[in-house]
């Protein structure tokens, strides 16, 4: 059964960085899609980034600039670098994984199998 472990979260002022992290246990491959979506309460989970087909990277609209996904394969894992951060990026951030997805599947949610434990973001002076 895959798990998928995420680090990195917690509190960071406008403007300023972090760096989330997220390793899967099982074997990963270039079919393997890995990425990250987020939510806030009331609303529904939104697409940030994904590595589809290792080295083709999505982001979001309201992310792209600003914030940068890279995958080692070797390691399992998926950073996401978020930079200049805004108090509405505030959110739980889930990783997950999906394999064999299709290029149409990428951004939706219901695409990814296995989804981690989901870790805070919040942006606020």
């Known amino acids: 059964q895959e798990q998928l472990t995420e680090s990195g979260g917690g509190l960071v002022q406008p403007g300023g960085s972090l760096l989330l992290s997220c390793a899967a246990s099982e074997r990963t491959s270039r079919s393997t899609t890995m990425g990250w979506f987020r939510q806030t309460p009331g609303k529904e989970r939104e697409f940030v980034a994904a590595?589809?087909?290792?080295?083709?990277?999505y982001y979001a609209d309201s992310v792209k600039g600003r914030f940068s996904l890279s995958r080692d394969n070797a390691k399992k894992t998926v950073y996401l670098q978020m930079t200049n951060l805004k108090p509405e990026d505030t959110a739980v951030y889930y990783c997950v994984r999906g394999d064999k997805l299709r290029h149409s599947s990428v951004r939706r949610f219901d695409a990814y199998r296995y989804w981690g434990q989901g870790t805070q973001v919040t942006v606020s002076s």
């Open positions: 590595s589809f087909r290792s080295p083709s990277t």
